[in-house]
């Protein structure tokens, strides 16, 4: 029984599914291009999903959930999720994997993102809301720093989801439970691990954002995530975490900044994806307004930025169904504001 469903597992990942979804009782499912789709039309039966826990190596009598890295027989790893449902067992799987593609590949601002990555400390961003691709993008910028510089980069994720071959940089990849109990606790032991580049898999609590802070502020280039949707909603929940009455924190966060890219993925004209951006890199003025908390003069800023480093999500949409990558409607739904949206198509700006 288990045989099936390995089988299935291979073949679904092999045929480009980027995430495979088990469930008693249902039909296995996989993910194409941004869409679930049901793949067989056999439900899956309990005692499946049972030897699918077991050989995962957890018992679902004693775990409600868990994170896991498996090796597929006769393929390669992937991250899986194990849950229950409405007291069914349940699975999502994803592949770890090891073929990067580049910036300029994944649509990506490449030369903005080099000169970023080309520093020897600060704190790079990358945001979005689940399923956005934030783990690909920062994937390939350490990719970049590995083929270009001898850096030593150290790895924090909860999964693994891409595993680097070691070019001109050493990585040393850690998994959250695997081989360090938490964010925080493996951040704090990387520092003592001679790192060049420190990669947080996401910054969830005031510890966490700290730690980073510090770390960078003490000579370390320190790469994370967050899952917010914009530039300033990521700046407002970094300001909650470390508290926003606190002029300290703020400080070090405007000094250590160097920019925050935040992205979605949308449906693009013709199939596949398309990565919808807003970038800003920390300059002289954006420094003081984070000092100050000033967020309503930054957004005005990167509105109406001419400037290469810096792009609003407005902005970008409208240039992306212009130049044919978007339908209108699908990228006046991204917007949070759609009549500005309107009204930046008809050429009237904000």
């Not at 992937?78 to 007291?87: A, G, K």
């Not at 970049?144 to 070019?167: A, G, K, Q």
């Amino acid at each position: 029984m288990i045989d099936t469903l390995i089988q299935f597992i291979r073949d679904a990942f092999e045929d480009s599914a980027t995430d495979v979804f088990l469930m008693e009782d249902e039909p296995p499912r996989i993910r194409r291009e941004g869409e679930v789709v049901e793949l067989h039309p056999g439900p899956v039966p309990r005692a499946a999903m049972q030897e699918f826990w077991a050989v995962c190596g957890v018992d679902p009598l004693t775990h409600m959930e868990a994170d896991v890295s498996w090796r597929v027989p006769g393929s390669s790893r992937v991250r899986v999720n194990l849950y229950h449902t409405l007291s069914r067992l349940a699975a999502v799987l994803r592949p770890i994997r090891n073929d990067i593609p580049p910036m300029a590949e994944l649509g990506l601002p490449s030369a903005l993102l080099e000169s970023w990555m080309e520093r020897r400390y600060g704190l790079i961003l990358v945001t979005g809301p689940t399923g956005s691709g934030k783990s690909t993008t920062v994937a390939s910028c350490l990719d970049w720093v590995n083929h270009h510089y001898s850096r030593h980069i150290v790895t924090l994720e909860d999964p693994i989801e891409f595993l680097f071959n070691n070019d001109r940089s050493l990585f040393s990849q850690r998994e959250i439970r695997q081989d360090s109990s938490t964010f925080s606790s493996g951040l704090r032991a990387a520092l003592r691990q001679s790192p060049d580049v420190l990669f947080l898999g996401e910054i969830r609590d005031q510890e966490t954002a700290l730690t980073a802070l510090h770390a960078a502020e003490t000579g370390h280039l320190v790469i994370s995530t967050v899952h917010s949707s914009s530039v300033v909603e990521t700046l407002e929940r970094l300001a909650h975490l470390l508290g926003a009455d606190s002029s300290g924190t703020l400080n070090l966060l405007a000094s250590q900044l160097v920019g925050i890219i935040s992205q979605q993925l949308l449906p693009r004209l013709g199939g596949g994806l398309f990565p919808a951006l807003e970038y800003l890199q920390n300059g002289a003025a954006t420094r003081r307004w984070i000092q100050e908390n000033r967020l309503t003069d930054l957004q005005d800023h990167l509105l109406k930025s001419n400037e290469a480093t810096n792009c609003s999500l407005l902005e970008y949409l409208v240039a992306s169904v212009k130049q044919g990558y978007l339908e209108t409607d699908i990228a006046r739904g991204a917007c949070a504001r759609p009549q500005d949206f309107d009204r930046a198509m008809r050429g009237i700006s904000s």
